[in-house]
């Protein structure tokens, strides 16, 4: 049974919202002003047709969007979209109660992401493989992708094939692929256990395909050619389906951004640091201390650092920051601090950051609501907020990152 809605709003996913009497709906791939007609249950809504549209509303670039759960605002004209993705940074400073300027959005470019996670599995045919539908574990299996890099999309029939190798694979899996400076990178995940024979055939398929590697989950199948990383002039080899930031230009723009910041410390910590993205650049001019608690990506950063030159000192120390941050007397030792959490931030950090004296700071995040409760333990810390600039790395999906800045005047001793 179909109602009539008009949508009011965006939600934080991008769902447009209509207000009823009993509460508010949620309807994918609708847009503020619309009227539409669609199926309710409960507090979501299936679009079943726009009666009256947006003037925001744009032809979508894929065939599959609708279907397909990777994208959720093809259909909003560029410049509105751009101001929603700002706007969700906005509102979570302001809900914290911080007043600062947030800068424009840096926008992400289609056919860009060097880093993709698609799901498969195998049918009697073969297999299909994609992005599974919105709230689904149903696959849409696709034959282009307009947010991934033209390598990755025109290897999607080599994946499919790839995804039929796994026979023991009962149930549907992932597939990692990330474009490295030595061909793809692939890692299987959610595979089950694979015989002798299995390995040898997709040591095979891989060679072949002239894959640089190809794993399942940790383990290296087969490594023709070490997969490269460029983190600035130095190259690392990433750990299978390791944390790797999707867009190479989100990545740069990132790190321009701590680069001018902390450019007058001497000596920086670099806390979440992965394979040393910020680490190994900031590592020019400054030495570095890596903090991190992934051993494969501590040990690929190590080795970048050992392996580069004109580099100063990096150290390394492996630590769970969530279960014990680096205290603030071992911060003390620092001119800059920069922090890239995952989605659940860094608030045990951020409280010992907050008590430190360290004069520059720079908080990277990829969730608007935990990086505005940590920089709000930071400003009551004493601590001043000079930017916060957002960065779509992502298109056309709900998720934005931000680089924050912050600086603390030294206290008189």
């Given at each position: 049974m179909s109602t009539r809605f008009t949508i009011s709003r965006l939600g934080a996913q991008g769902d447009g919202i209509a207000q009823t009497e009993t509460g508010a709906v949620f309807i994918p791939f609708t847009l503020p002003g619309e009227t539409v007609t669609a199926a309710r249950e409960k507090d979501r809504a299936t679009l079943i047709a726009v009666l009256e549209p947006s003037p925001q509303r744009v032809d979508p670039v894929c065939r599959y969007f609708g279907e397909c759960g990777g994208c959720a605002?093809?259909?909003?004209?560029?410049?509105?979209?751009?101001?929603?993705?700002?706007?969700?940074?906005?509102?979570?400073?302001?809900?914290?109660?911080?007043?600062?300027?947030?800068?424009?959005?840096?926008?992400?470019?289609?056919?860009s992401r060097r880093r993709a996670v698609f799901s498969a599995r195998r049918t009697i045919n073969g297999a299909v493989l994609g992005y599974n539908r919105a709230l689904s574990h149903h696959i849409i299996d696709i034959e282009e992708c307009p947010v991934v890099l033209p390598e990755i999309e025109s290897a999607l029939p080599m994946l499919r094939d790839l995804a039929a190798q796994f026979e023991e694979a009962t149930q549907a899996f992932h597939l990692t692929v990330t474009r490295t400076a030595s061909g793809l990178d692939v890692c299987a995940s959610g595979v089950g256990k694979i015989t002798d024979k299995r390995r040898g055939a997709l040591s095979a398929f891989a060679l072949s395909k002239r894959l640089a590697r190809l794993s399942i989950d940790d383990e290296i199948i087969v490594e023709p050619s070490k997969p490269v990383i460029h983190f600035g002039d130095t190259s690392v080899t990433p750990p299978p389906g390791s944390f790797l930031q999707a867009v190479a230009e989100a990545e740069n723009a990132m790190v321009e951004l701590v680069l001018q910041h902390i450019q007058r410390a001497k000596k920086v910590a670099d806390l979440f640091a992965g394979a040393g993205a910020f680490a190994l650049r900031l590592a020019r001019?400054?030495?570095?201390?890596?903090?991190?608690?992934?051993?494969?990506?501590?040990?690929?950063?190590?080795?970048?650092?050992?392996?580069?030159?004109?580099?100063?000192?990096?150290?390394?120390?492996?630590?769970?920051?969530?279960?014990?941050?680096?205290?603030?007397?071992?911060?003390?030792?620092?001119?800059?601090?920069?922090?890239?959490?995952?989605?659940?931030?860094?608030?045990?950090?951020?409280?010992?950051?907050?008590?430190?004296?360290?004069?520059?700071?720079?908080?990277?995040?990829?969730?608007?609501?935990?990086?505005?409760?940590?920089?709000?333990?930071?400003?009551?810390?004493?601590?001043?907020?000079?930017?916060?600039?957002?960065?779509?790395?992502?298109?056309?999906s709900p998720h934005v990152e931000a680089v924050a800045l912050l600086e603390k005047p030294k206290r008189r001793r």
């Open positions: 605002l093809q259909h909003l004209e560029e410049g509105a979209y751009r101001a929603w993705k700002r706007e969700k940074v906005v509102d979570a400073l302001r809900a914290k109660s911080i007043d600062t300027t947030v800068g424009d959005l840096i926008p992400c470019p289609p056919r001019k400054s030495e570095v201390l890596a903090v991190e608690g992934d051993a494969a990506a501590l040990a690929a950063l190590d080795r970048g650092f050992r392996f580069a030159s004109g580099l100063k000192r990096v150290t390394t120390e492996r630590r769970d920051l969530h279960r014990r941050p680096l205290m603030f007397k071992e911060l003390n030792a620092f001119d800059g601090v920069v922090f890239d959490p995952p989605r659940a931030g860094a608030e045990d950090q951020s409280k010992q950051i907050a008590r430190s004296d360290v004069p520059f700071v720079a908080a990277v995040s990829c969730n608007p609501l935990t990086l505005a409760r940590d920089l709000r333990i930071l400003i009551d810390g004493g601590y001043r907020l000079t930017s916060v600039t957002p960065i779509d790395q992502f298109l056309w």
